[in-house]
Structure formats: C-alpha cells, structure tokens
C-alpha cells in the first residue's frame, strides 16, 4: 500500500540547534516527494519539492531535504533552527498518475530559546 | 499576488445542524481541493474540482456532505447534518492546472461540533 510514515510525532530542539525530520515511503517507484509546514492556525505552505534530478534539493526558509532511493526516505534538515520554525510538519507524495497527495501523520516541532 | 481565501475561520455549530464554508482560490487557479484535517491527522482530501466538474470526490460522505463551484471560481462545502467527528479543520487549497504537483493552501476553517 502506498503510505508516508513520520516516526517522529514530536521534537523538541534548541535555537540554534541542526535539525532533521525524518520521512519514509511505501512506493513501487520514485514518487513527487514535498514537505509542508503548518504554523498554529495557518494553512500549509509548501517548503521544498522533488520530482527528479539532483537528490539534493533546497526549500524556502533555509530549509533542505534528501532524496535516498535505497532507503525511501526524504528527511527534512535544516543547520540552525529559528524560534519560528517551531509548527507542524508534513512529508507527502504523490504517485505517478494518482492525482492525490499521500499524507504523513506530520510532526511537530518545538524550539526552545 | 492574492492567496486562497477562506471563510468562516472559526465555526461552533450543535450535532445535527448544518453549515457552510467558502473557498475563493487563487487567481486563475482552475483546480480547486477540500481537504478534511482532524487533529493529529494529515489532511485528507474531501473533493476536486476542475474548473466546476469534479474530478475525484471519492472520500466524500455524500450522505452528508456536498460542495458545488458552479462558475468554476469559488467553491462551498456543505455538512448537512453535521455529527461530532465532523469536528475538524477544513483546507481549501488550489492549483493552476489539473495535474499541477504544487497547491496551495488557504488558512483553513475550524469547525466544532458539540
């Protein structure tokens, strides 16, 4: 079954601090890979995308993921964390000619100062 | 350049009443999604809409839920009557084309149902 799977449910991390959020997928092929954010009482925004190409890809908002073929993952990272980055995050996809996006359970982010 | 517009922000309705949101998407945007997001949850997609016809409402309650965009521009979701587990965030997102990988979301309605 197609799935997307964010082990963490919440971080904690201090400003400053790296951060790495965690995203696998349950896919036959490479699908279009995104991760959204969610600020408490905002919509989602859309922070980075893969569809093919460099593996490597760069967001808005300093942020940055990493597309791993062998290990269906696409982790979000970003080097230092600001005390606004602190909201809820989601890694989705979208498989093939399947118009729908493929959700994960997100995960939430809280800074410490 | 205007994003996607939703409205109420904030809805407390009884069970069995009924209510209405609206969505007025992005300029130009001919694919318009509902989504249904319950807490702890990723959104879950209600109905699609390219340009007025549907393209996919198969995860919608018919039995209860309904939406139009008759002009192909702004939308309404309709729960009619609403039941407890109604109780949600609703997104509105568009997309400028029908296949378009990247959507965008409006600010979402809070509906609770007592």
């Known amino acids: 079954a197609q799935s997307v799977t964010q082990p963490d449910i919440h971080i904690t991390v201090s400003e400053g601090a790296s951060l790495e959020l965690r995203c696998n997928y349950s896919?036959?092929?490479?699908?279009?890979l995104f991760w959204y954010v969610q600020s408490p009482g905002q919509g989602l925004q859309l922070l980075l995308k893969?569809?093919?190409?460099d593996t490597l890809v760069q967001g808005i908002k300093g942020f940055e993921a990493e597309f791993k073929r062998s290990q269906s993952s696409f982790n979000l990272r970003k080097p230092s964390v600001h005390w606004s980055d602190a909201a809820e995050y989601f890694c989705?996809?979208?498989?093939?000619?399947?118009?729908?996006?493929?959700w994960g359970l997100g995960t939430s982010l809280a800074v410490n100062p | 350049e205007a994003g996607v517009a939703q409205s109420p922000r904030y809805k407390i309705i009884e069970k069995r009443q009924s209510v209405a949101f609206w969505c007025n998407p992005i300029?130009?945007?001919?694919?318009l999604y509902w989504y249904q997001q319950i807490l702890g949850q990723g959104p879950k997609l209600l109905i699609q809409?390219?340009?007025?016809?549907?393209?996919?409402d198969s995860q919608l309650p018919k039995d209860r839920f309904s939406a139009e965009r008759l002009k192909g521009v702004d939308s309404t979701l309709k729960i009619q009557p609403a039941k407890l587990e109604d109780s949600a965030v609703y997104l509105c997102?568009?997309?400028?084309?029908?296949?378009?990988?990247?959507?965008?979301f409006g600010p979402g309605t809070r509906l609770t149902v007592t």
């Open positions: 809409f390219q340009n007025n016809g549907v393209v996919d």
């Open positions: 997102a568009s997309s400028l084309e029908r296949i378009s990988y990247e959507q965008y």
């Open positions: 300029s130009g945007h001919a694919t």
């Open positions: 989705a996809f979208k498989a093939g000619n399947n118009r729908k996006l493929i």
């Open positions: 896919y036959g092929a490479t699908p279009y």
């Open positions: 893969y569809f093919s190409g």
